[in-house]
């Protein structure tokens, strides 16, 4: 397509033609307030606030719904249009919570309590877990006048926490709709949408059922698109803003989707999409499981060796020592079994360890089970003991089976029933803890980003098997980083693809 011309606030501005008012102001630097309005979102023009006045144009057409015309002489600013953007935000505010923005001490009080207090419902921005973020507290502070002369008519509707994911409070809602328009893009039909009229009209799902039965599959896109924080992560919700976002992937299952880490202080607060995308969706696990799983107050913090019928913790030198042990005394009867999303330098390190002890690496697809074949065979040869040790990176076996090895080394993050019954157990860092590269079921290597503190001794697997190579006697597993590793590896096939839908 060619490109126009036209004047906006006395510049002349070249853009593509077919682009709105409001696109070419931005590609002349120029500002227009809106909050409805998102870069991966259709026009909408709910917010009103991006009016603007256009020569030999009737009223004041919103900016972002006004198609770029050749010629056009454009305002954004003027003495009427601040009136109208002024009294826009009257209504929004009208009913939402609102002392904090009006408050001759706002500035004190946030410079002495710079956190939002917990609560349930954000009656005020002093107690909205979204504060930092908040696209309308920004847009009110950046206004000229925060007069507020209309009634406030407080909705005082509940805190919807029926699912257990999210957290929403509709008080805090301005009907922008970028949540059940990115829904739409992204699903096709939306789980949620604009539910009854007036002033009672609010976001919610059809006959007001809840999300676990609405077709909702919780992506968390309406969470991440949402201005004002009514739709919130309820694990994340109070940590603040995230301190860095760094590209990663999940490796929950085999199909390896591209993440956004987001970390603050040696802490994951949240895993989101690259982008708002049918292609970026997450599953649940993905957007919420991850973090959740990493957080987990469970999780395994120190090395535990078995002592009779009790699991003593104990230090990592005499954990590894007894583990080198078990291992040294069943070598060429001794199975390794992982699941197929471990990392490919850990994977490498166990089919390393495992030749040298003259046994075998075993795969797991993630929706292995009990009834698993290879889960099956492997039964079969403990029980006539041609194989009289097992080590596991996860809860893959069942309990009977571990019960039944002479020895077992469970390495992982969370208890289980296998880690129960275990010989040795090692706590692994996991996930956002470690970092390495991954084969997706597609065949694409990605990399894996390293952006949380694994708590109390937790370490990662591929240094767990470095220091277990050792205890061993075997020279080549002395690697310090695990980017040393990466280099190795000149054989990984790729996992099975997940069964099913695996955005749901």
Not at 357 to 369: E, I, K, V
Not at 464 to 493: K, M, W, Y
Request: hydrophobic residues 40%.
């Amino acid at each position: 397509m060619g490109s126009i011309s036209l004047t906006i606030d006395g510049r002349t501005v070249e853009v593509e033609a077919g682009k709105t008012v409001l696109e070419a102001a931005r590609v002349a630097g120029i500002t227009i307030p809106t909050i409805c309005d998102h870069k991966d979102l259709n026009p909408y023009g709910s917010c009103r606030m991006c009016i603007v006045e256009i020569e030999g144009v009737r009223g004041y057409p919103t900016s972002c719904t006004t198609p770029a015309a050749e010629g056009m002489q454009v305002k954004t600013q003027s003495a009427r249009l601040t009136t109208l953007r002024n009294r826009t935000l009257e209504l929004m505010f009208s009913g939402h919570p609102n002392s904090c923005l009006v408050c001759v001490h706002r500035e004190q009080c946030e410079k002495y309590r710079p956190n939002a207090t917990k609560a349930a419902r954000s009656t005020r921005c002093g107690f909205c877990a979204n504060r930092e973020e908040c696209d309308l507290r920004k847009m009110v502070l950046q206004a000229d006048s925060r007069e507020l002369n209309l009634s406030t008519l407080y909705a005082s509707y509940g805190l919807e926490r029926d699912d257990p994911f999210m957290d929403r409070d509709y008080n805090l809602c301005i009907l922008c709709g970028r949540c059940w328009r990115i829904c739409e893009k992204i699903h096709g039909q939306p789980a949620i949408s604009i539910i009854n009229r007036g002033k009672w009209a609010r976001i919610g799902t059809a006959f007001d059922k809840s999300h676990v039965f609405s077709g909702c599959v919780f992506c968390g896109a309406c969470i991440d698109i949402c201005p004002t924080g009514t739709l919130t992560d309820r694990f994340a919700r109070w940590h603040g803003k995230a301190e860095a976002d760094t590209p990663s992937a999940c490796i929950l299952c085999s199909e390896g989707c591209s993440i956004v880490a987001q970390s603050k202080k040696g802490q994951l607060l949240a895993t989101v999409m690259t982008g708002f995308d049918k292609e970026d969706s997450l599953c649940a696990l993905g957007r919420f499981g991850l973090a959740q799983i990493v957080g987990a107050p469970n999780r395994l913090i120190r090395p535990q060796v078995r002592e009779g019928e009790d699991l003593i913790p104990t230090d990592w030198e005499a954990a590894v020592r007894a583990a080198a042990d078990g291992l040294r005394a069943a070598a060429g009867a001794v199975v390794f079994v992982i699941s197929e999303t471990t990392s490919r330098e850990d994977r490498f390190l166990y089919a390393r360890l495992a030749e040298r002890r003259g046994g075998r690496l075993l795969l797991l697809p993630t929706s292995a089970g009990s009834d698993d074949s290879g889960v099956l065979a492997l039964a079969d040869e403990v029980r006539k003991s041609t194989i009289r040790a097992l080590v596991t990176n996860g809860d893959l076996l069942p309990a009977e089976l571990v019960q039944a090895a002479p020895f077992t080394l469970v390495i992982d993050c969370l208890p289980s029933p296998a880690a129960d019954l275990a010989t040795v157990i090692l706590p692994a860092a996991v996930l956002s803890e470690t970092g390495g590269t991954f084969r997706t079921a597609a065949g694409t290597v990605k990399n894996l980003a390293g952006v949380s503190r694994a708590p109390g001794n937790a370490r990662a697997e591929w240094a767990i098997l470095t220091d277990l190579g050792q205890a061993l006697g075997e020279a080549d597993f002395a690697f310090e980083r695990v980017d040393e590793i990466t280099p190795l590896i000149d054989s990984d096939p790729a996992p099975a693809t997940f069964p099913g839908n695996r955005r749901q």
